[in-house]
Nanobody, 127 residues
Framework: QAQLVESGGGSVQPGGPLRLSCSTS????????VGWFRQAPGKEREGISY????????SYSDSVKGRFTISRDNAKNTVYLQMNSLKPEDTAVYYC????????????????????WGQGTQVIVSS
């Protein structure tokens, strides 16, 4: 069965970097687009980044554009989210999600686009 597991979360100071990993199993990652979402306390889940199955196309929300970078290594069945210049408002639980065959025109910002979800990893940004 398909499974996604996020890792790399933790506590960091404002301005610091952190790299999250989304390790997958039970699927051929080459055929899946992958998105990153986050949910802060008391707020709705927010789509922040997406990468196509080939890795050629990437998307970012305005809130993270220029600070976060999404990448993938299909040979390792893993997708990464490099987060730089972290701010306190980045504090949230971060989730990765995969969609078979790519999003096929569906919005990468919509949770309903994706077929599989990880359990999330906590990121806390504070001084």
């Amino acid at each position: 069965q398909a499974q996604l597991v996020e890792s790399g979360g933790g506590s960091v100071q404002p301005g610091g970097p952190l790299r999250l990993s989304c390790s997958t199993s039970g699927l051929v990652l080459d055929y899946y687009g992958v998105g990153w979402f986050r949910q802060a306390p008391g707020k709705e889940r927010e789509g922040i980044s997406y990468i196509s199955s080939t890795g050629i196309s990437t998307s970012y929300s305005d809130s993270v554009k220029g600070r976060f970078t999404i990448s993938r290594d299909n040979a390792k069945n893993t997708v990464y989210l490099q987060m730089n210049s972290l701010k306190p408002e980045d504090t949230a639980v971060y989730y990765c999600a995969a969609v078979s065959g790519g999003r096929r025109g569906r919005s990468w910002l919509a949770s309903s686009t994706y077929d599989y979800w990880g359990q999330g990893t906590q990121v806390i940004v504070s001084s």
